[in-house]
């Protein structure tokens, strides 16, 4: 019998380790609404009603409940939305994350200094959630809603992340997720992967070269915890037309810089990386 002090905080005495036991039913279909609607602009009661496949009858009640706590919201009942209580929930997040307050100024800087779009996410699920982005006035611009998810290997962030990872958590991160190809440059190859990170972790900085979507390219870099710990990645982004790969490199100092000083102004340690030859550097 485990003693009060063996039992997992937060847990009632009578729980057990069983997920179908413990699911409140109706909870767990609202919350995959709520998921639902976040991947959209807006659908319909009956859209719903396939994507979640329930009900419209059980997807009306469960939308009137959420209505009723803000969480979401309609005109006249035909477009059901996320409503204004998501966002301020969500944002209880972002208010103790403190890197996406402190990295604000930075990352204003960041803009300013190469006219493109800079952005801050961090790996959640083994995913690249990106959290904030001061955009670009340029005309043709990256956009990355905060809260939009995308695939470790096939992103610059997610790759300054990996680069720093431990080798098995590294592995664990490929054989979970996979190694999936998006365009004709996505790294599918775990060896090439590897190869990039090293690449990676010896020059400080990230290029994502159109791996997620053709003409979009991306330089990136990691912030570091007070351990020397990767928890978040600064990049800028931009279409491939302005940002070419000898554009990307010479960005590179600079986005790498910039995650340096929120690594700094959040208490943060930068690690030691060792240099390579610029030739090597492509």
């Known amino acids: ?101 402190r990295a604000r100024l930075p990352m204003e800087d960041l803009m300013r200094a190469t006219a493109e779009t800079a952005n801050l996410g961090i790996e959640q ?50 054989t979970a997720q996979g190694l999936s190809g998006f365009t004709p440059q996505t790294l599918t190859c775990p060896e090439a992967l590897r190869a990039d990170l090293a690449r990676i972790r010896a020059r400080g900085f990230a290029i994502d070269d159109q791996e997620r979507t053709i003409g979009m390219r991306c330089v990136a870099a990691p912030v570091f915890n007070s351990h020397g710990e990767p928890i978040a990645g600064i990049s800028v982004s931009g279409p491939a037309f302005r940002i070419g790969v000898d554009q990307a490199l010479a960005l590179g100092p600079t986005v790498r810089e910039t995650a340096d000083r929120v690594t700094k102004v959040t208490g943060g340690v930068v690690p030691n990386t060792q240099t390579i030859p610029p030739q090597t550097l492509r």
């Not at 329930?54 to 996320?82: D, F, K, N």
């Not at 905060?146 to 680069?163: E, N, V, W």
């Open 125 to 174: 699920r083994d995913e690249v959630v990106f959290l904030n982005q001061i955009e670009t006035h340029q005309t043709i611009r990256a956009f990355f809603p905060p809260g939009t998810r995308g695939p470790m290997h096939a992103s610059g962030i997610g790759k300054a992340l990996l680069a720093f990872y431990s080798p098995s958590r590294l592995e664990r991160i490929i």
């Open 1 to 101: 019998m485990s003693s009060p002090q063996n039992r997992p905080r937060g847990r009632p005495k009578a729980f057990h380790d069983k997920t179908a036991q413990n699911t409140v039913q109706s909870l767990d279909r609202a919350m995959g609404l709520l998921h639902v609607l976040s991947e959209s602009g807006g659908m319909t009661l009956s859209e719903l009603a396939n994507r979640s496949g329930q009900s419209p009858a059980t997807v009306y009640r469960v939308l009137q409940t959420l209505a009723a706590h803000r969480m979401v919201e309609t005109e006249s009942e035909q477009i059901w939305q996320i409503g204004a209580g998501a966002f301020q929930i969500g944002s209880a997040f972002l208010r103790r994350t403190k890197v996406v307050e």
